[in-house]
Structures are given as structure tokens and as C-alpha cells.
């Protein structure tokens, strides 16, 4: 009890100095979530293009816009890397080499986890800051600063992936940041949570997209007609930035595949049915469909223990 | 052009006595409609349970609330069977023995429409009423009178799906109808309707029962956390009446099995892909489903014509 309470003190309630490196849709959220919220005294920008950072300075939503991610995390306690999961190595090695405030908790908001956080460990290893990935389960298939919006965190999940090198202050830090924005926190290690994204969201992904390029395969013209509010809602994701799930995708080939297969198997279930006994097939997936569902968000609020994750 | 307009003049732009067949989503979102446009003098309903017919005078989607379809369709110019498709040839074999007005106009709100627009010709041969099948592209995933709404007829494409047997006067009534209703009519042959539709529609709502079957296969409770809003909307459809999309799919399953066949092929190629360059091979699917998606849905709004219908 006391080791807790102990952690629990060192916590900042304010942060000082977060650093947000890019500024699309998830970087500009959470500069406007931390503003509105107060949870930074100061919040620092790092942004490629002029006219994103002079956007970013006007619609207040950070307070200081960078042109070097050098100069964006200098003094940084709090640093969260917005940006390609491919690119996020890259942009910590070059930061790495002393430029980190002693202490600084590292973090980032990428849907792939195990990749980054052993090239992130490898590279910050032995230095005075800590890396610990993060993935909230909240976006946009939107892109860009203009999209942003200041609740796209609230209420949502983020699932912190530590590795047992991670120490406790800074797995505690990183829980009460993300608390601080109103979402709910459950922890993970980064190869469980990359097997379980991959049957969550990047499997519907890639099956939203291959059904959209299926429905538009020809005549699109004439089919576009008959395209009602459920072809919209169930290929919505596939108008997500594809460099960007490209990469997302490409990271989590392995995990992707398996889930993949299983998928195949059942759709071979469904055709080979469809032959046989067309009623009894049809029925019986319409209502794994609507059990599956259920079953996955009516728990979705429940904090109960598992073998997976613990609840942060 | 005389005869065109003498179609016209023989519109009427209220119809006198409108009966409709089933209160649930459909036929109750129709009354609420048709009253509050005053499209039609009187708003006949049938419904089999007393508390459906007691909600439906109670929340004026009706006038008359029947517990008979035979006495729901006395007198009426205009009928929508707002039933499961194969329910309604027998419905309207219950009716077609004198009981109809001579020169009514029956219709129907089901997903498919070969097989009810083939029986209902057969049971109405030689009679003085016509049924023209209608297909709303509108809907709901929820069910029953009390998800009704007046506007969900709205903007929505109809398509009419007449064979050669039927009358220009019942066309351009049924198309008056629903045009009164704010939608927009698109003409089509049934059997074009039912393989279309197994694409647009038919397709993306076993493929949204399989996904959300898959993913809610095991450990539910674990992976309920991790399913984020692209889970939520591209399985939304899923909640769907199994019920009902039973019998819909049931009588698609021809073209619906096509349908599936060439996703499967797909699908097998992106597995293919996934072992020997997975970086091309998800770059390509992403790219066909965001075009894919744009063509369709870029083109929802435009009058062209085409090969395969006529806009009404």
C-alpha cells in the first residue's frame, strides 16, 4: 500500500510541458483537449508545414508551433509522438541523444504496438526517459488539423502497453494523462495488444475496404443508386487515410493474416451452406452476427479482470 | 407526348384512401409520412397485435386501425405491404377476390422483389387492381412502430420494378406516391432490382454478420475494449432483424451467392498477397475501396441514365 501511495504523490496533476509531434487529426485533438482541460501548463506543437503550425497557433491549439521536433520537446515532461507508426522510431532516435528532459515520459498514439515499443526500449536504452506505447481507441476517418475535435478522447478506451523494463512512475504518469483527458485506461503488453487489435480493427478495416472496392468493382454509376444508409455505415472506414493504414496494416501482417484466415474459413462455411441448406446457413450467421456484436459491446463498459489486460 | 399527358391528368396528387399492410418500421414510418404531408384523406393500417393498432391510433400514424387486412383494404385506391417478403403473396391472395377497388394500386417496401412481383401477377391475373413492386433504399437497424419516423422516406431512392403486364396509369401512380413522399424513383426490372441489390445491400449485410461474428467469436469480454467505433459502424447493420433479413437473403440467395463468390476471390487474393508482398497488396485493396466507395456514393446523386434503369 504504501509503494502506491508513494507513486501517487509523484504524480502532477498539471503537466508542464507536453510536446505533441504532428498535428493531424489525433495530434490537434489532444492539443485542444489539453488546453481546454487545462492539463498543460504549456503545449508545444511540432509541425512540418508552415501553414499547419500558423493554423494550429490561431484555432489555439497549441501554444508554441516547432519546425524541429528538437526544438518541440526541449523541456518536455510529457511527449506524444502523433505520427506514423513507421516514423515514430526515426523521430525518438533523434531526440534521443540528450535532448530529453531527465525524467520525460514518452509516448505515442499509434494502432501498432509491439514494433515501436522495442525499437523505442532499444534506443532509449539507458537513457533517463522512458518510452510506453499507447493506442486510443478513438479517430476519424477524417484527416488533418481541420478535423480535430476536442472530446475525441473523452470517454474513450487507451490501452497503455508497458513492457516489464517500464517502471512504475512512468506507466503511472502516462495513466494519469490519458485520465486526465477523460478516457479510460486498460493495460497490456504491446504483442497481446497487437493480436487483439488485429481481430478488433484491423481486420474490419481491411474488410470494409474490400467490400467497398467489391460493391464498386463496375458500373459503379449505376449501382451507387442502390446504395443505402447500411453499404455507407459498413465501408465508412474505408475512407481512412490510406498511406496511413497502409502502414498501420503493414506492421501487423502477422496477426492481420491469422485473423484473416479464420475469416475465410467461416465465409467458406457460409458459400458451401448456401448450397446445401440455404435457410439453416443463413440463419445461423445472421445470428452469430447479431450475438457477436452483443456480446462485444454490451461489455465494453464493464471493468471486470482478465486474462489479457488489467483495467488502468 | 398526348398520351404522356394524359397520364398525367388521371394523378391525383391525395390520394383518397391509403391501406397499409404491417405497422412495424416501414409501414408506420409510411403513415406518420402520409399524414403529416396530407397525401392522403384516410390512413388505413393493418396490424395482427392489438397493442400495435392501439400504438398506431395513439400516435396518429393511422386513421382506421384494422385487425383484418380484408376490411383494411375496403375501398382503398392505394396499398403498401409493409410485410416480410414472403409473407405478402399470401397476403395478397387473401384479397385479391373481389374485395379490392377496381383500378387500386398495390405495391410493397420489400428488399427483394422477382419472386413477389412474379406471384402477385399470377394471383391478380385477370383482376382490375395492379401490384408494382417498390423497394426503398431506406431503413433501420432497429424495429417495430416505435423506431418509426415521419421523415424516412425522405431523399431516399425508390425503386419501382414494373414488368411489361403493368399499366402506365399504375406506374405513374405508384411513382407519384412516392415522389409526394420526398423520395426519388428509379425505374428498374425486378430481376435487375434482385441483382443489384444483392450487391449493395444484400452483400454488405452478411459480410457485417460474419465480421461481427468473427470478432465476437471468443473472449468477448477481453476484446469488447478494443472495439472502436470502425467495429461499431461497420457491424451496425448487423443488429438487424435476423428474422427478416432471413427471409430477404433467402429469396437473393442466387445472386447473393455470386456476390459472395467474387468477394471470396478477392479475399483469397489479398491472403495470397499477404505472403509474398504485403506491402503492394494492401496498398492495392485500400486504394480499390476508397475508390470504390467514392464512385459509388459520388454518383448517388447525379439523374444520369443508364443501362439498367430509368430515373422516375
Known sequence: MRKIRKEKKEIKKTFNRVAIIGLGVMGASLGMALKKGKIAKNVVGFARRLETRKKALACKIVDIACDRIESAVHGA????????????????????????????????????????????EKILYGCKSE??????IAGSEQHGLEAARADLYRGAVVALTPTPCISGRALQIAREFWRALGAEVVVVGPEEHDRIIARTSHLPHIIAALLAGCVGRDHSAEYGKFCGGGFRDTTRIAEGDPELWHDILENNTLYLKKELEAYQKELKKILGGLKKDKSKIIKKYLKLGVEGRHSLLSNQNTGSASRFFSNG
Chains 1, 2 share one sequence.
Request: proline share 8%.
Open 77 to 120: 515532461d510529457f511527449i506524444v509522438f502523433c505520427a506514423p507508426v513507421s516514423v515514430i522510431p526515426g523521430m525518438i532516435k533523434s531526440v534521443a541523444g540528450g535532448l530529453l528532459a531527465p525524467g520525460a515520459v514518452l509516448t505515442d498514439v499509434g494502432s501498432v504496438k509491439n514494433k515501436i515499443v522495442v525499437e523505442a
Open 131 to 136: 518510452f510506453i506505447g499507447s493506442h486510443p
